[in-house]
């Protein structure tokens, strides 16, 4: 049952116990386990799991569904020592989703703890299971939870089935190898030059593939600590809230070197340093990813001393794809392209990238690409190879004027205010583009006018915007608008808001143009 002799990150590990066992491999709320005790709780877990029926020829796909602690990194070591695949389910999954997730993938076995998320989110959808203790795992109690039978077809050299909560539909498994996530870890930790005197600090769920990659399999493979506090201590509320406050005082508290933020989280914390909080003088490397990020507000980051990098990745290519680095920087393009990977650009600019490649989507039929892969990302790259976004090929539309626009690009020139929580952009077909806005608390319609004027200084005549719409309330992945990195889903926001967005163009001379269920629209040009 042992498949560490073939797996990079169980070679790692084992070579770190033997070289450094002392070294803190795992560092958690409650306990911190060297690499020797990490080396032997993986071993005395997958004994566990397949005294349990958890086998590559027995049950062999299985999830897990856990606030961020050593007993995650612990599970998922075990189940690849094991040749089991794992699926992760977020806790920010809705139970529609959750339901999904787990019919798609055939799962029967359920590894969770008693965090009190995890707990309502599992008695929600399956109110008639039982839990039962599985034993201390990683300082944790862990508990596991056994559903109908389902039957699971074996699948050949997958160790991860990561669901994309995606734009549109139902989550689509992707299916990943150990190699394809080695592979991704191995050059990160080289382009980054991550070493054994690094603390990467988690501050997303480790369901999400980018934070699970970058910062547990990376530490692990360069003999570094990787630090695991639960999502509340940083501030983290569902898959959108955040307490700036919160998340400042964690990692003042953990001294982190490295970072992983999604682009919230980098503004919030640029407000912070300019409120006074003090960055630890260890923090060196923070990587911004998982949406478009505002050329401005990075420009404002450098200013502030915030070594912040931005980066690209998907899902299908094992996470990230191209990313900044200290000794390779440009600031508005997403970075060079990891050395495992090769790109180029389809005629309509789209970013084609070959290696790395996923195993496919669970329960769909593959297709073969000729060994490219087409990212549904527009770009281009410099003379110096930075690779530059400019949209995603389904988002762009065609004002009435005949000009191509895509509304990421508008998106990150609002998203620079600090009046402006969020934004989504349309125009299609149409003389101007109408922004809906979720303003932050303590701002007033005359602070959006000033954003958007000033977003609007910068863009050409085509993408300007002409009218604001204000949104309910923010748009998150429970209402069903957005994906859990930040990404509107758009045709479901216009089937929300699209009567108050066609009153902009019924009455474009008004300073409001109309109301609908308490919306108003405020005309800027």
Request: charge should be negative; charged fraction near 15%; include cysteine.
């Amino acid at each position: 049952m042992n498949t560490a002799t073939h797996n990079p990150l169980l070679q790692a590990l084992a070579y770190h116990a033997g070289q450094r066992p002392r070294a803190i491999a795992l560092e958690g709320e409650c306990v911190s386990l060297s690499y020797q005790c990490l080396q032997e709780e993986v071993e005395e877990t997958a004994a566990i799991l397949y005294a349990n029926g958890i086998q590559a020829h027995g049950i062999n796909r299985i999830a897990i569904m856990m606030d961020n602690q050593p007993a995650w990194v612990i599970f998922d070591l075990a189940c690849q020592q094991l040749g089991v695949t794992l699926v992760p389910i977020p806790a920010f999954f809705t139970p529609a989703q959750v339901t999904h997730t787990v019919a798609d993938a055939g799962i029967s076995i359920i590894l969770c703890d008693q965090s009190p998320m995890v707990a309502e989110q599992l008695q929600a959808v399956f109110p008639q299971q039982d839990l039962r203790p599985l034993g201390r795992v990683g300082g944790h109690g862990s508990w596991m939870m056994t559903l109908p039978s389902l039957v699971q077809a074996p699948l050949a050299n997958v160790a991860r089935i990561t669901y994309t909560s995606g734009t549109t539909g139902d989550p689509k498994g992707v299916c990943l190898s150990a190699d394809n996530m080695s592979s991704v870890a191995q050059s990160l930790a080289e382009v980054i030059h991550v070493n054994q005197t690094d603390r990467h600090l988690c501050l997303l769920p480790l369901a999400v593939l980018l934070e699970n990659i970058g910062g547990v399999y990376v530490p692990l493979l360069s003999g570094a600590t990787c630090v695991l506090p639960s999502m509340a201590s940083i501030g983290m509320q569902g898959a959108a809230g955040l307490s700036p406050q919160t998340m400042c005082d964690t990692i003042r508290r953990h001294q982190p070197s490295t970072l992983i933020m999604l682009p919230q989280m980098l503004q919030a914390l640029v407000i912070m340093v300019q409120a006074g909080f003090q960055l630890p003088a260890s923090l060196r490397f923070i990587a911004v990813g998982g949406a478009p990020v505002s050329l401005e507000l990075l420009v404002q980051a450098e200013g502030l001393d915030i070594p912040v990098y931005e980066g690209y990745g998907l899902s299908e290519c094992g996470s990230v794809v191209a990313v900044n680095t200290p000794a390779s920087r440009r600031p508005g393009s997403v970075g060079r392209v990891l050395p495992h990977l090769q790109l180029k650009f389809a005629d309509d600019g789209e970013v084609l990238i070959h290696g790395n490649h996923f195993q496919g989507y669970l329960n769909q039929r593959s297709e073969d690409d000729g060994g490219w892969l087409a990212t549904g990302d527009l770009g281009y790259l410099d003379e110096d190879g930075y690779l530059y976004l400019t949209g995603r090929k389904k988002n762009c539309f065609i004002t009435s004027y005949g000009r191509n626009v895509a509304p990421e690009w508008i998106e990150r020139e609002l998203l620079i205010s600090p009046a402006i929580l969020q934004a989504v952009v349309f125009g299609e077909t149409r003389p101007f583009n109408v922004a809906l806005i979720v303003r932050r608390d303590g701002f007033l319609n005359a602070d959006i006018d000033a954003a958007i004027l000033r977003a609007n200084q910068q863009l050409p005549d085509y993408a300007r915007i002409g009218a604001w719409v204000e949104a309910d309330a923010a748009m998150t992945l429970h209402n069903g608008l957005y994906t859990a990195t930040g990404r509107p889903r758009r045709q479901q926001i216009r089937q929300v808001y699209g009567e108050i967005i066609e009153q902009c163009y019924q009455h474009p001379n008004q300073t409001t143009c109309g109301e609908t269920s308490q919306r108003s629209a405020h005309v800027i040009l």
